[in-house]
T-cell receptor, first 113, second 114 residues
Framework: GGIITQTPKFLIGQEGQKLTLKCQQN?????MYWYRQDSGKGLRLIYYSITENDLQKGDLSEGYDASREKKSSFSLTVTSAQKNEMAVFLCASSLDWVSYEQYFGPGTRLTVL | QQKVQQSPESLTVSEGAMASLNCTFS??????FRWYRQHSAKGLEVLVSIFSDGEKEEGRFTAHLNRANLHVSLHIREPQPSDSAVYLCAVSSEPGTGSNRLTFGKGTKFSLIP
């Protein structure tokens, strides 16, 4: 078995601030994902990384940057936090790009004041 | 573009009753369907994965897929208090492309009355 760790668990920022969320997995999976979950809107894919050194935009990439530092870690940066923004950011990983089985972390809850 | 809709938005059942959750999708060529459970402030836990028409059972959870009707359902037998959570349906976003991207529904909030 393995685990996905996301830090921090809660993130409070100010409008316009640059904020970074981190994700680590010890499954030795090739592919990692960042999703955003808003109340009443389901999960939307922000960025994904098929293998180490790869980066792909999802459906909601505007306003975000991502970085796959090594195989086990994938970071997401909110480039300029929007006032009153509240969402949960979920990191996931899968064995490879053709494997549908995605394993999820517990999430980072973002609040922007 | 794949569209996924779940109903009802919320569901409350009494202990001992069967719970049924629904999910409709727009692309009938999809070949990958998943039901996830999400407890408050926690990540998603996959309950059932189904790839062809018919039924798939995993413990107390059974998924029914009918691609002709663009419908996949989840039935929870003998729901427990620990089953109170949000249930998310996920469907392959780009069928036939080899991509494993998933499109998620907005979820059904399920609660059990003891």
């Amino acid at each position: 078995g393995g685990i996905i760790t996301q830090t921090p668990k809660f993130l409070i920022g100010q409008e316009g601030q640059k904020l970074t969320l981190k994700c680590q997995q010890n499954f030795n999976h090739d592919t990692m994902y960042w999703y955003r979950q808003d109340s009443g809107k389901g999960l939307r894919l922000i960025y994904y990384s098929i293998t180490e050194n790869d980066l792909q935009k999802g459906d909601l990439s505007e306003g975000y940057d991502a970085s796959r530092e090594k195989k086990s870690s994938f970071s997401l940066t909110v480039t300029s936090a929007q006032k009153n923004e509240m969402a949960v950011f979920l990191c996931a990983s899968s064995l490879d790009w053709v494997s549908y089985e995605q394993y999820f972390g517990p999430g980072t809850r973002l609040t922007v004041l | 573009q794949q569209k996924v809709q779940q109903s009802p938005e919320s569901l409350t059942v009494s202990e001992g009753a069967m719970a049924s959750l629904n999910c409709t999708f727009s692309d009938g060529t999809s070949n990958n369907f998943r039901w996830y459970r999400q407890h408050s402030a926690k990540g998603l836990e996959v309950l059932v994965s189904i790839f062809s028409d018919g039924e798939k059972e995993e413990g107390r959870f059974t998924a029914h897929l009918n691609r002709a009707n663009l419908h996949v359902s989840l039935h929870i037998r003998e729901p427990q208090p620990s089953d109170s959570a949000v249930y998310l349906c996920a469907v392959s976003s780009e069928p036939g492309t080899g991509s494993n991207r998933l499109t998620f529904g907005k979820g059904t909030k399920f609660s059990l009355i003891p």
